[in-house]
């Protein structure tokens, strides 16, 4: 929900801040350079005190960020307060899906679809209530203290609630004597489906606001309806995930997916109306759905490492896209930013039907 937030308001704080479309993907790079080097850092965390305390020390970072987001005077500072909620999701991701993988492991079937339709639920209210939020012309400021400090307090009770680490997660890099390294062999087709979907998953939010504005000038509390419709079909694949994994296999379903996702991106990007272009992203968040939840279940198999040597394959996506898709948005339109990140989607389909984890 906290990410949501934050993104639901990417379009008032550039307003607010005045800033173009390449400097607010220099702000953006800030987030992605912070989750890159979270990774070395969370590993090392979770060998040192385990998977339930890095989630809520990333979580309660997240939090803090997001409130000093909200209230930054300057582009700058505000690169400053992204970079630290870089660091801190990044951290609070290797978290939650080591401890998502382990319950799943536990639990002997597919689970990690469902774990995190939990995710989509946050970021879904995240992304309404900044509509609302907007459109009441509410403070970015207020805003993200009326949602910051209630999570913190929820999430210290969700921490309370789960069982103490067994000790395996942090002695699973000392073990074989291992350190942290980018994927390679059968983990580096999962690496670049992480890194796509990252990608794509942050361009939509990102940029998919702007991309109304500009093209439609649509108002303030409608553009954030693009990254709302766009969740709530990650929800809905989500939800089915799982049964459809046990039916279909993980491999089957991301390379329709990747389909289904570059066919929405390109309906957004030759849409007549607003709510054509509505419909284009609601069908790539169906199509992306289930593509990170079943690389992280893939990847969890292998170890605290590999899932951390993936996770920084996601994070240098999320690096590269506001850098990649700003420079486009300058140079050649939000049109062509957006049709990139189809493009993106097809190399989903591709990679994910060749994938020999991907079961």
């Known amino acids: 929900m906290l990410i949501g937030t934050w993104a639901s308001r990417i379009p008032a704080l550039q307003d607010s801040l005045h800033i173009s479309h390449s400097m607010l993907s220099i702000v953006l790079l800030c987030g992605g350079l912070g989750g890159v080097l979270s990774s070395p850092l969370a590993a090392r965390m979770m060998r040192l005190q385990g998977a339930r305390k890095t989630l809520f020390h990333g979580g309660v970072g997240v939090a803090a960020a997001l409130l000093a987001i909200g209230?930054?005077?300057?582009?700058?500072?505000?690169?400053?307060?992204?970079?630290?909620?870089?660091?801190?999701?990044?951290?609070?991701?290797?978290?939650?899906?080591?401890?998502?993988?382990r319950l799943e492991t536990a639990s002997g079937k597919s689970e990690m679809a469902m774990l995190h339709a939990w995710g989509c639920i946050g970021s879904l209210a995240g992304t309404l209530f900044g509509s609302l939020a907007a459109a009441m012309r509410i403070a970015p400021s207020v805003h993200?203290?009326?949602?910051?400090?209630?999570?913190?307090?929820?999430?210290?009770?969700?921490?309370?609630?789960?069982?103490?680490?067994?000790?395996?997660?942090q002695v699973d890099g000392k073990a074989n004597g291992k350190k942290f390294a980018l994927p390679t062999g059968r983990l580096a087709p999962l690496g670049i489906l992480a890194f796509c979907c990252a990608l794509v998953n942050n361009g939509v939010a990102d940029w998919s606001g702007i991309f109304l504005k500009e093209e439609f000038d649509v108002t303030a509390g409608f553009a954030p309806l693009a990254l709302s419709v766009f969740t709530v079909m990650l929800l809905l694949g989500r939800l089915r995930g799982d049964k459809l994994k046990a039916r279909h296999g993980a491999s089957l379903l991301l390379t329709a997916g990747g389909i289904v996702c570059a066919a929405g991106l390109l309906l957004a990007v030759f849409a007549p109306t607003p709510y054509f272009a509505l419909a284009g992203f609601a069908c790539s968040g169906m199509g992306l759905s289930l593509a990170y939840p079943f690389v992280i279940s893939a990847v969890g198999k292998e170890g605290t490492l590999a899932l951390a040597a993936v996770v920084t394959m996601s994070n240098l996506g999320g690096l590269a896209g506001p850098l990649v898709l700003g420079t486009i948005g300058d140079f050649l339109g939000m049109q062509s930013a957006i049709g990139f990140i189809g493009l993106l989607a097809i190399v989903i389909a591709v990679v994910a039907s060749r994938a020999q984890l991907l079961r």
Do not use: K, Q, R
């Open 71 to 101: 209230v930054a005077p300057s582009a700058h500072l505000l690169m400053a307060a992204l970079l630290m909620l870089g660091l801190a999701s990044g951290c609070y991701a290797i978290g939650v899906n080591s401890v998502a993988s």
């Open 144 to 169: 993200f203290m009326m949602v910051g400090v209630p999570l913190t307090g929820l999430l210290w009770a969700c921490y309370s609630m789960l069982e103490p680490d067994s000790g395996a997660s």
